[in-house]
């Protein structure tokens, strides 16, 4: 395959000798790839400050046809997003959304649509000063671009729109008081939550910092789509006890 040139988000990094990095990045066109930065952990690298997680860059690398490991040879910073290294409850809500995206990621598959996404979440977080109901509405759009997008128009046992009182994991979606039953797969959801789901759902990403949350409302959401996220992930998000750690300082 020889060298390529490839634009890329940072989703993380870790020591893999004296002098180097093992990085996972985010191509557009080629999915999660990991990539080995020699020399990276030198004092003076060239390449060593834009290997930090969420940096936007431009990467050069080096690939052959069947490696799973590719080796960079040059990148470029587009954007650092510094600022969230200087507020840690915006840090651990960027941290859930990467990692999110790093588990689901396939090597070598493409997705135009999910880069562009958190490209203009990691953008708009920077802004934003509810920082909380912004990754709400974020995570949502990216739930629909994994292919789990929440059933919201009513009821998915009986189609009932009216008395939604929670969200059930397993079928993807809300019920009914009537078709609730007991099972511990529901998560009590209000009507104004639930008022705010079908809004951010059917909002273009370009508009969603119109919606205003209130803190409540942020906090039980972010819950809930952390849930969501968890069961369709099979997984327990590292990144959500630094997280909870994080709101416990939030009124």
């Known amino acids: 395959m020889g060298i390529v040139k490839t634009e890329a988000i940072i989703l993380d990094s870790a020591e893999y000798s004296e002098t180097s990095k093992l990085v996972r990045v985010f191509s557009p066109a080629r999915g999660k790839l990991s990539v080995l930065a020699k020399g990276a952990r030198r004092k003076g690298s060239r390449v060593g400050a834009g290997l930090e997680p969420f940096t936007h860059v431009n990467l050069t690398l080096y690939l052959k046809e069947a490696a799973d490991l590719g080796t960079l040879k040059e990148c470029e910073v587009i954007e650092s997003f510094a ?5 840690l409850i915006k840090l651990a809500l960027a941290s859930l959304y990467i990692e999110a995206i790093r588990i689901t990621l396939a090597p070598g598959a493409r997705n135009y649509s999910l880069f562009k ?8 977080l920077r802004k934003c000063r509810d920082s909380t109901g912004m990754t ?12 789990f997008q929440p059933a919201l128009k009513g009821c998915v046992r009986c189609g009932a729109t009216e008395r939604i009182r929670y969200f059930h994991l397993r079928r993807g979606g809300v019920v009914c008081a009537a078709c609730a039953g007991e099972t511990a797969e529901l998560v009590a959801l209000n009507p104004g939550e639930y008022r705010v789901l079908k809004k951010s759902v059917e909002t273009p ?10 803190r409540k409302q942020s ?6 789509l952390i849930r969501m996220l968890e069961y369709h992930l099979e ?3 590292r990144s959500v006890r ?3 750690q994080m709101m416990l300082e939030i009124p």
Do not use: N, P, Q
Request: hydrophobic letters at 55%; aromatic letters at 8%.
């Open 235 to 237: 997984t327990r998000l």
């Open 136 to 147: 709400v509405h974020f995570l949502l759009k990216l739930l629909k671009d994994l292919g």
């Open 219 to 224: 906090k039980a959401l972010l819950e809930l």
């Open 117 to 124: 996404l958190t490209l203009a979440y990691l953008h708009a």
């Open 242 to 244: 630094f997280l909870d």
């Open 205 to 214: 990403v370009k508009s969603v910092v119109r919606i205003r949350l209130s």
């Open 83 to 87: 600022y969230l290294r200087e507020d």
